[in-house]
């Protein structure tokens, strides 16, 4: 057990050395930091710790000590004395003050700390590093191979989709097929490359308000329709053929 101590007092006898829970926060930053300390540690060995929790140099430090419910227990003050000797316990805070001269946020401002740049030709010579990994196990874009055979499939599957959009007529009904949405019916107003994405798009204007524009895309009008009634879908989405408007069921009885 430890001897009691009044608020401000300094140290007291210490009767055992374990270990303490404490928050430390500083005048430097908004954040606290919760770690364990050894009451062991003279408050010169506890101040050098401080350094790598809150920045300011170790010689430039005041510590005020306050209880887990933030009552004022006094300075630790005395840098040849245990930590433990003062009324420290699990909970307490620990607040530094620094009297470095360093401006508050200044340890938390990364914009300020100076950054390494390497050249690229400097970086290209290092056997360590990510590109040699890469270049070695020809993975990514050293992957020539792998690299000339997905452009030999891009460049299939956009003459495939070209031949597709070639054989839709403009004007014609159709019956549109996206994954995951029910099947609808539209009539082609567009086919062709687009501004907004590559490949060819089909401009479709559907016979419900089922669509997500009225023809125009980014400021350019590729075709008219009512607003809500235009898509822009892929050819293999599209198939042209005899699809009359379906009956709504509102026509009058005889």
């Known amino acids: 057990m430890k001897a009691a101590a009044e608020p401000g007092a300094g140290p007291v006898p210490l009767l055992g050395a374990g270990s303490v829970s404490l928050a430390v926060s500083s005048s430097l930053n908004a ?106 196990r020809h993975w990514g874009r050293y992957d020539t191979e792998g690299m000339q055979h997905q452009a030999a499939e891009q460049q299939q599957r956009r003459a495939q989709e070209a031949a597709l959009a070639a054989a839709l007529p403009l004007g014609a009904r159709c019956q549109v097929r996206v994954p995951g949405q029910p099947c609808k019916r539209a009539t082609i107003m567009y086919v062709g490359q687009t501004d907004f994405k590559p490949g060819y798009w089909v401009g479709v204007r559907y016979d419900e308000p089922l669509g997500k524009h009225d023809g125009s895309v980014g400021g350019r009008r590729y075709f008219e329709c009512q607003p809500k009634y235009g898509a822009f879908v892929k050819p293999q989405s599209v198939t042209p053929g005899d699809f009359p408007e379906e009956d709504d069921g509102l026509e009058d009885e005889l």
Request: proline fraction near 4%; include cysteine; hydrophobic fraction near 35%.
């Open 31 to 136: 954040f606290r930091a919760h770690k364990r300390y050894s009451t062991g540690l003279t408050i010169a060995e506890f101040k050098c710790k401080l350094e790598l929790v809150v920045g300011s140099p170790a010689s430039c430090m005041d510590l005020e000590l306050f209880s887990a419910t933030e009552e004022p227990l006094g300075r630790l003050d005395c840098d040849e004395a245990l930590l433990g000797s003062y009324p420290v316990a699990d909970g307490c805070r620990v607040h530094v003050i620094d009297r470095s001269g360093a401006r508050i946020g200044e340890y938390e401002d990364v914009s300020q700390v100076e950054k390494y740049e390497m050249a690229d030709s400097d970086y290209e010579r290092r056997p360590e590093s990510l590109r040699s990994f890469l270049r070695q």
